[in-house]
């Protein structure tokens, strides 16, 4: 049964894939902000994860502008789902077309490319970080790790989606291989800001403790791969706007392992965090971002 109920959600999963195929990336967009308008009544669940975050977030704010933030963020979400299933067709010229590199962007990554320079790449889930993706697979012709996905038919055929782009896909269990190719001069970008659970560092963030991912600093820490922060979001002009903070290179000798990751997640953190407050609407407000608080973790470990 279950086997039957993954195929079922690959085939719904798929059926939505196929305008993604054929339309224009302008009208992928309306269909994908058009799917969610009808969902948007009944994400009832959703809509509440949202407005909680965004209410503590932005405590500043009146209730009805909460609302109607979330209202604005649910639109986004269609041009979510638009980036995430027109990544095939984001050739070299769509890219040139679409994206525009803000100032120093180009000449930062030119430099990095042309010295081999190992890169991690940190972004959260902010604006269209799956444009992010494909550039990284065709400008940086980078990996990134991957967690499989429990239904096998999505995890194939959305791992086809996401290779497209020539971004190679690591398995979360082979991030020594992936350590590897980064010495070698590769860049590896991550979505780092989703809940780590007692596994994460906690760091402020959005005016409450966040359980974050250690991963992507560690990784730097042992590499010597420097670390830039990544914005890639929908502007007024309809074009994607991508910017970067170069954080450099970590000095081990600078501060214990612990104390240069903890600074470190801190710092990116910090970057994201100004990013959102400049486009609220376009964050990830349905991810439960802050499930795991800092009393949890003191709890089991007693």
Partial sequence: MKTIGHFLSFLFAWTLYLPFRIL?????????????????????????????????????????????LVRKHFRHLGLILADSLYIPRMDRKWLEENVVYEKGVRENEQDALARGVP???????????????????????????YKKMRNPFLDRWFRRIRGASGLRLFPIEETTAAIKELKRGMWMGFVADQNAGRA?????????????????????????????????????????????????????????????????????????????????????????????RPEDVVQIAA
């Fill in 24 to 68: 224009p990336y302008r009208a992928c967009q309306a269909f994908g902000v058009g799917f969610l308008r009808l969902l948007y009544p009944i994400a009832r669940g959703h809509r509440a994860i949202a407005l909680e975050n965004i209410a503590h977030a932005f405590p500043a704010m009146s209730h009805a502008q909460h609302q109607e």
């Fill in 119 to 145: 890169t991690i790449i940190l972004t959260g889930h902010l604006g269209a970080w799956e444009v992010l993706g494909a550039i990284c697979g065709q400008v940086y012709h980078g990996g990134t790790l």
């Fill in 200 to 292: 994460g560092v906690f760091v402020d963030f959005l005016n409450r403790p966040a359980s974050t991912y250690q991963g992507p600093v560690a990784m730097s820490c042992v590499t010597g791969a420097r670390i830039c922060v990544y914005a890639c979001v929908h502007g007024p002009d309809r074009k994607i706007h991508l910017s970067l903070t170069d954080l450099g290179v970590i000095d081990p000798r600078s501060g214990r392992r612990e104390e240069l990751i903890r600074k470190y997640t801190q710092l990116w953190s910090d970057i994201l965090a100004e990013k959102v407050r400049e486009y609220p609407e376009q964050y990830f407000w349905v991810h439960r971002r802050w499930k795991t």
